[in-house]
């Protein structure tokens, strides 16, 4: 009897550790973008109670459910894989991930969400290499780092917009979605005196309803089809890896999604550009994705 509870007692044991390994999982994919496989990873939201839910659709609203946004990446000289059925959504409301795959042009794109200390460097890079990027940046980034901002805007960069607080679209109302951006949007205008055009879905995450309401409001919604797990300021693992990550999976009409407070990133960069120049690639001009974006739909 003793030996039969034991038994017992060892099963419930282990199926505690599994349950437990498999949260510690998930909680550590909360936050993270779909960035080092580059396929979509389901993403735990937690309400303003603390309760985790994985879909937020509205009752009655149609095209309100979550998605993520996530590519498979298809290595050197291939296209990656979007998810079946996303980029005629894109297309459908003014939106890419990826721009004129007949032609070896690249797009370099900056997330700032706060500022680490690179991006003076990445700026010297592209001036200096008279390449341009789009700068997706939040409310708190144009307030405290005014002189950056102002340098990109001078230097011939597009900044973008990555919403007022970093908030996930999908969770918010329609009016909320317009403060978040438009809010964002006139602080900008009122310091440079020109209004964003790209936006950038915090987190990847959006929903056919998102894509309406900020396409209405004027935006092109940017993914990307090139990301990594550059954003862990605590994992740099040197400028190699970063340029090797980014050179194995080139390919015609990328966009890519580099974060600016990686130290690799700003080490890496000169030389990713000199050597996608040297396999025959060029650096687009930004500003021909809304063209694009506009033709396509």
Do not use: C
Request: a negative charge; proline letters at 4%.
């Amino acid at each position: 009897m003793k030996r039969n509870i034991s038994h017992v007692f060892s099963i419930v044991v282990i199926a505690v550790m599994l349950v437990l390994t498999l949260r510690t999982i998930i909680m550590a994919e909360i936050g993270r973008p779909a960035a080092d496989t580059g396929e979509e990873i389901p993403r735990l939201l937690s309400d303003s109670s603390g309760d985790t839910y994985l879909d937020i659709a509205a009752e009655g609203v149609s095209g309100n459910s979550l998605l993520q946004w996530g590519i498979v990446r298809g290595g050197p000289g291939r296209q990656p894989r979007p998810d079946p059925g996303t980029p005629e959504l894109l297309a459908k409301y003014n939106s890419l991930y990826i721009g004129d795959t007949g032609k070896g042009v690249i797009y370099l794109t900056f997330d700032e969400g706060y500022e680490k200390g690179y991006t003076s460097k990445i700026l010297d890079v592209l001036y200096e290499n008279e390449v341009n990027a789009i700068f997706f940046i939040t409310g708190p980034y144009l307030e405290k780092e005014e002189a950056l901002v102002r340098r990109m805007v001078e230097e011939g960069h597009a900044v973008g917009n990555h919403t007022v607080s970093h908030k996930s679209l999908p969770a918010l109302s329609d009016e909320e979605i317009e403060k978040e951006t438009t809010g964002l949007d006139r602080k900008f205008y009122g310091k440079f005196g020109t209004n964003m055009v790209f936006l950038r879905p915090p987190k990847g995450e959006y929903s056919e309803r998102t894509l309406k309401v900020t396409s209405d409001l004027g935006y092109i919604n940017v993914f990307w089809s090139f990301a990594y797990d550059d954003w862990n300021t605590s994992n740099q693992r040197g400028w190699e890896y970063a340029y090797n990550k980014v050179i194995k999976n080139l390919h015609n009409g990328a966009i890519l999604l580099l974060h600016a407070v990686s130290s690799d990133n700003a080490e890496a960069l000169d030389a990713i550009i000199k050597e996608a120049r040297r396999q025959g690639y060029e650096f687009g001009n930004v500003y021909d994705l809304e063209d694009m974006a506009r033709r396509e739909n």
